[in-house]
């Protein structure tokens, strides 16, 4: 397959990696809907997770730990912040800026998205093994820094 992966057709790695996020977005979706947090789309992520480690960040700030633009991720804000998971407010320190905030419903929907980004680990490790589980987390980090 190797010598198949420069060509444009399914073999070739962008679409692979593609399809695996897809699908990978799928079952987070799906089980986030399971757990009766259906309104958290996969994408939210790029939001919500920067905002677990550390809440409170500024647009920029989520945007650059996220590896997203600015623009895209005053998009995301505004979906989170309409489907009641953060909330914007002014910065202390500069009027003109805003600090994002969690709300109560996205505070407990995180033990909820840990659970299941356990399960799916799982499955990966259960498939791969643990050296090849590891290589694909390496590949991946790799990928995301070209």
Known sequence: ????????????????????????????????????????????GSVLLPLFEQDGLRMGQIAQRARLSKQTMTTLVRMCERDGLVVRERDHEDSRAFRIHL??????????????????????LAALGQRQRQALARALKGVMDL
Do not use: C
């Not at 995180?110 to 680990?121: G, M, T």
């Open 1 to 44: 397959m190797d010598g198949d992966a420069n060509r444009s057709d399914t073999n070739n790695l962008g679409f692979l990696l593609a399809k695996a996020s897809q699908h990978w977005n799928e079952l987070l979706a799906l089980r986030f809907a399971e757990r009766g947090f259906g309104e958290v789309r996969p994408s939210y």
């Open 103 to 124: 709300t109560r419903r996205a505070r407990e929907f995180r033990p909820v998205a840990d659970e299941i980004l356990r399960e799916l680990d799982a499955q990966v």
